[in-house]
Structure formats: C-alpha cells, structure tokens
C-alpha cells in the first residue's frame, strides 16, 4: 500500500515520515491502494483554522478552505 504524507511546512518540529510519527496523523484512506497520512503542526496552527472553519460555517459563509503559508 502507498503512503502519501502531508505535512506543515516550517513548523517548530521535524515530522517522522510515518504513520507513527509524534503529532499523531489522521489517516485516510482515497483508494484501495492508497494510506493519505495527514500530519498536525506541532506549533497547534490547526486550531486556529478550525476555528476560523467553524466561524465561516456559524455564520453561514459557505464551504471555507482555511489556507497557511
């Protein structure tokens, strides 16, 4: 099975490119063939996006991708 990592760039952290890694990835699976690891920051941004995720909803906003650089 193939494993595709996604992992947050410049974060305080560097990622072990493993299901087992330390931020504890969520681990989804597209295809037969295919394990998609997400990987959370270690510097907890992903809070902050899913907040401003729940705010767009609450508010009736619409379908919002939260996007960091």
């Known amino acids: 099975m193939k494993e595709i990592h996604i ?5 305080e952290d560097d990622h072990k490119l ?3 890694c330390n931020c ?4 989804e699976y597209p ?3 295919v ?11 992903h809070d902050i996006e ?6 767009a909803i609450e508010l009736n906003y619409g379908d ?5 650089k």
Do not use: C
Not at 24 to 27: D, I, N, R, T
């Open 7 to 11: 992992v947050p760039r410049n974060d």
């Open 18 to 20: 493993k299901i087992t």
């Open 24 to 27: 504890a990835p969520s681990l």
């Open 31 to 33: 295809s037969d063939d």
């Open 35 to 45: 394990i998609l690891v997400v990987h959370y920051p270690f510097d907890e941004r």
């Open 50 to 55: 899913d907040l401003v995720e729940e705010l």
């Open 64 to 68: 919002w991708g939260v996007y960091v």
